[in-house]
């Protein structure tokens, strides 16, 4: 009978052996679905690239980890990761890390990157139109040379008053400052009543308070020259400071606005007044170096005066705007009756006539005007009334006085305003054609020296045929101008505020 092999019991050694080769087979599997749901985090953070790119930190390079999302910052982009490892291997209960997945700025970078954050709006360039660069480059140099110029003006009116030589009391000398100061107030408080008429004429408004604030400058070095003349000549050029603050203060917003392309017109004014205190601080640091060596004054304040006035003209030259004013509307009308086209917001603001300093009554039209300055009798009203039958305005011209008129009626709105002053400029460009000339007047004195009073009925014909022209031709320039760019819903031609109201 052969020998019975009797089955043996399982040694402990073998026991274990066995148990462990269980657990190592459930654990592959478990790797092996994890791995299979979120392979690339895993391979990203082992690989050799991913210290070498700086994806991940060094100390996560070795870690399970599961890539959750990622956020961009200042340029900067960081990759939220959670170990795979914690929690029920799925890393939702794993500790959260923020790796950021770019190498550091160089230092320059990071100057360059602050500076920006001071000086430029918040998604520059596209959150601004092109020409807010040249503006700003230009206002930093005006704000440099006024910045040095504020220099030699406080020190010349400190010696004049007797601060650094003594001759007055110092109870005079606060009194003599408190009331230069009272009345650059008054004056500024005087001037703000213009109101309105700085969005007629921005730009010639805002030219015309730099040239005022150089004046200022002018009569407080005069005081070195005077010194017993003090008081009076600083309370004019104070005045005249205040007034140009006046205007500058006024014209800002309608100017960062044009420049803002969204609701970014805080940004805009924040980051260009930065621009303009940055320039004048340099300005000034300059100019206190430069008094130390005791320069002249006559020969220093002219340079730099000549500086600022042409850096204040090229700042306003600079500024693009979409609405018509008198320069721009005329700029735009002339070369729509010369050429059949209306130039584009560059080219007209660049044309616009920033001398025309609304004060100035030599203007060949007169828009809005009174019914006894346009019409010489009766006649000549009852004539051309029936052709405005149908309109809220009357255009006619004055032989007496040169000067075409445009008269608003009471139901005038503003695009009635903006044909009246179309057909004005018809009705001028007609006579003037007629004359033989081509040049198109913009001042008084340039129609004087070219027209000839036509006669009487020369007139009614004249008026008649630009009744006709303008029926058709308005509408055309109008969608035109739009085309353009040019804002036709509001327009800026400063009308008299006479009007007519109609009886019978």
């Given at each position: 009978?052969?020998?019975?092999?009797?089955?043996?019991?399982?040694?402990?050694?073998?026991?274990?052996?066995s148990?462990?080769?269980?657990?190592?087979?459930?654990?592959t599997?478990?790797?092996?679905?994890?791995?299979?749901?979120?392979?690339?985090?895993?391979?990203?953070?082992?690989?050799p690239e991913?210290?070498?790119?700086?994806?991940?930190?060094?100390q996560?390079v070795?870690?399970?980890?599961?890539l959750?999302?990622?956020?961009?910052?200042?340029?900067?982009?960081?990759?939220y990761?959670?170990?795979?490892e914690?929690g029920?291997?799925?890393?939702?209960n794993?500790?959260?890390?923020?790796?950021?997945?770019?190498?550091?700025?160089a230092?320059?970078d990071?100057?360059?990157s602050?500076?920006?954050?001071?000086?430029?709006?918040?998604?520059?360039?596209?959150?601004?139109?092109?020409s807010?660069?040249?503006?700003m480059?230009?206002?930093?140099l005006k704000?440099?040379f006024?910045?040095?110029?504020?220099?030699?003006?406080?020190?010349?009116?400190?010696?004049?008053?007797?601060?650094?030589?003594?001759?007055?009391?110092?109870?005079a000398?606060?009194?003599?400052?408190?009331?230069?100061d009272?009345?650059?107030?008054?004056?500024?408080?005087?001037?703000?009543?213009?109101?309105?008429?700085?969005?007629?004429?921005?730009?010639?408004?805002?030219?015309?308070?730099?040239?005022?604030?150089?004046?200022?400058?002018g009569?407080e070095?005069?005081?070195?020259?005077v010194?017993?003349?003090?008081?009076?000549?600083a309370c004019a050029?104070?005045?005249?400071?205040?007034?140009?603050?006046?205007?500058?203060?006024?014209?800002?917003t309608p100017i960062?606005k044009?420049?803002?392309?969204?609701?970014?017109?805080g940004?805009?004014?924040?980051?260009?007044?930065c621009?303009?205190?940055?320039?004048?601080?340099?300005g000034?640091?300059?100019?206190?170096m430069?008094?130390?060596?005791?320069?002249?004054?006559?020969?220093?304040?002219?340079?730099?005066?000549?500086?600022?006035?042409l850096?204040?003209?090229?700042?306003?030259?600079?500024?693009?705007?979409?609405?018509?004013?008198?320069?721009?509307?005329s700029?735009?009308?002339?070369?729509?009756?010369?050429?059949g086209?209306?130039?584009?917001?560059?080219e007209g603001?660049?044309?616009?006539?920033?001398f025309?300093?609304p004060?100035?009554?030599?203007?060949?039209?007169?828009?809005g005007?009174?019914?006894?300055?346009a019409?010489?009798?009766?006649?000549?009203?009852?004539?051309?009334?029936?052709l405005?039958?149908?309109?809220?305005?009357?255009?006619t011209?004055n032989?007496?006085?040169g000067?075409?008129?445009?008269?608003?009626?009471?139901?005038?709105?503003?695009?009635?305003?903006?044909?009246?002053a179309?057909h004005?400029?018809?009705?001028?460009?007609?006579?003037?054609?007629?004359?033989?000339?081509?040049?198109?007047?913009?001042?008084?004195?340039?129609?004087?020296?070219?027209?000839?009073?036509?006669?009487?009925a020369?007139?009614?014909?004249?008026?008649?045929?630009?009744?006709?022209?303008?029926?058709?031709?308005?509408?055309?320039?109008k969608?035109k101008?739009a085309e353009?760019?040019?804002?036709?819903?509001?327009?800026?031609?400063?009308?008299?505020?006479?009007?007519?109201?109609?009886?019978?």
């Amino acid at each position: 009978m052969p020998p019975m092999k009797l089955k043996q019991s399982p040694s402990p050694q073998t026991l274990a052996t066995s148990q462990d080769a269980r657990l190592l087979a459930r654990e592959t599997l478990r790797i092996s679905a994890s791995l299979a749901s979120s392979p690339a985090p895993s391979a990203v953070a082992s690989s050799p690239e991913a210290r070498n790119l700086g994806i991940v930190d060094e100390q996560f390079v070795d870690a399970s980890l599961r890539l959750i999302c990622c956020e961009e910052i200042n340029g900067r982009r960081w990759n939220y990761v959670v170990d795979n490892e914690g929690g029920n291997g799925q890393g939702r209960n794993g500790s959260l890390r923020a790796v950021c997945s770019q190498t550091p700025q160089a230092p320059v970078d990071e100057l360059m990157s602050f500076i920006r954050s001071y000086v430029v709006p918040e998604g520059f360039p596209d959150s601004v139109t092109p020409s807010y660069v040249p503006y700003m480059s230009w206002r930093a140099l005006k704000h440099f040379f006024g910045g040095a110029m504020g220099v030699f003006t406080t020190q010349t009116l400190l010696n004049s008053v007797g601060v650094s030589r003594n001759r007055s009391a110092p109870g005079a000398v606060a009194i003599n400052w408190i009331l230069k100061d009272g009345a650059g107030r008054v004056g500024k408080m005087l001037f703000a009543r213009q109101g309105k008429k700085f969005d007629y004429d921005l730009k010639q408004l805002r030219l015309a308070g730099d040239l005022l604030m150089e004046l200022g400058a002018g009569v407080e070095l005069a005081t070195a020259a005077v010194p017993h003349l003090f008081l009076p000549l600083a309370c004019a050029a104070n005045v005249a400071k205040n007034v140009a603050a006046v205007t500058s203060t006024s014209t800002r917003t309608p100017i960062y606005k044009a420049f803002a392309k969204g609701e970014n017109i805080g940004d805009v004014t924040a980051k260009g007044e930065c621009v303009g205190n940055i320039a004048d601080l340099l300005g000034t640091g300059l100019s206190i170096m430069i008094s130390k060596r005791n320069p002249s004054l006559v020969t220093t304040f002219a340079l730099l005066s000549c500086g600022y006035v042409l850096s204040s003209y090229q700042e306003v030259k600079s500024v693009v705007l979409h609405t018509l004013n008198r320069a721009r509307f005329s700029v735009a009308i002339d070369s729509f009756l010369k050429t059949g086209r209306v130039p584009s917001l560059q080219e007209g603001n660049m044309k616009e006539n920033i001398f025309s300093f609304p004060w100035l009554e030599d203007k060949p039209i007169v828009l809005g005007s009174r019914f006894k300055d346009a019409f010489q009798d009766a006649g000549s009203y009852l004539s051309i009334e029936p052709l405005f039958e149908k309109e809220r305005y009357l255009v006619t011209y004055n032989p007496s006085k040169g000067k075409v008129y445009a008269l608003l009626k009471d139901q005038a709105k503003s695009d009635d305003i903006l044909k009246a002053a179309f057909h004005a400029h018809m009705l001028l460009h007609f006579i003037v054609s007629s004359n033989g000339s081509e040049s198109f007047p913009t001042k008084q004195q340039d129609y004087d020296s070219t027209h000839l009073m036509p006669s009487t009925a020369d007139l009614a014909a004249h008026i008649a045929e630009s009744c006709k022209m303008v029926s058709t031709s308005y509408g055309l320039f109008k969608s035109k101008a739009a085309e353009q760019g040019w804002t036709m819903s509001e327009s800026l031609l400063n009308p008299g505020r006479a009007r007519l109201v109609l009886t019978g």
